[in-house]
């Protein structure tokens, strides 16, 4: 089993920044992507960003480009979103996940796509006021 949590959220001005954390116990070889995800009040759950736990790669949504940077630690096995230039349209509670390797290849951009994601933490919550 896999236990992950994030951290790192809250209450922040508009153009404000946040830098969220997911911690990854238990399991934590054989994991191929950690994504974070969030979803607003009403809405569906909608993807943000993904990297390719070995080589760092990343791939974000439109929404989020060149405001927000995905990174991982790996040899503390934590993954991270810094969150510039902060909008109320970011409101959401964020979730992060990870993928496991699969003897399929699946280019990064279809980790954008949740059903890659095995484990799923609790979420945190992250509220930008205008």
């Known amino acids: 089993q896999r236990q992950l949590v994030e951290s790192g959220g809250g209450l922040v001005q508009a153009g404000g920044s946040l830098r969220l954390s997911c911690a990854a116990s238990?399991?934590?070889?054989?994991?191929?992507?950690m994504g974070w995800f969030r979803q607003a009040p009403g809405k569906e759950r909608e993807f943000v960003a993904t990297?390719?736990?070995?080589?760092?790669?990343?791939y974000y949504a439109d929404s989020v480009k060149d405001r927000f940077t995905i990174s991982r630690d790996n040899a503390k096995n934590t993954g991270y979103l810094q969150m510039n230039s902060l909008k109320p349209d970011d409101t959401a509670v964020y979730y992060c996940?990870?993928?496991?390797?699969?003897?399929?290849?699946?280019?990064?951009?279809?980790?954008?796509?949740?059903?890659?994601?095995?484990?799923w933490g609790q979420g945190t919550q992250v509220t930008v006021s205008s």
């Open positions: 238990g399991r934590t070889f054989s994991t191929y992507a």
């Open positions: 990297i390719k736990w070995s080589s760092g790669s990343t």
């Open positions: 996940a990870t993928a496991p390797e699969t003897l399929i290849y699946y280019s990064l951009s279809s980790y954008a796509q949740d059903k890659r994601y095995e484990y």
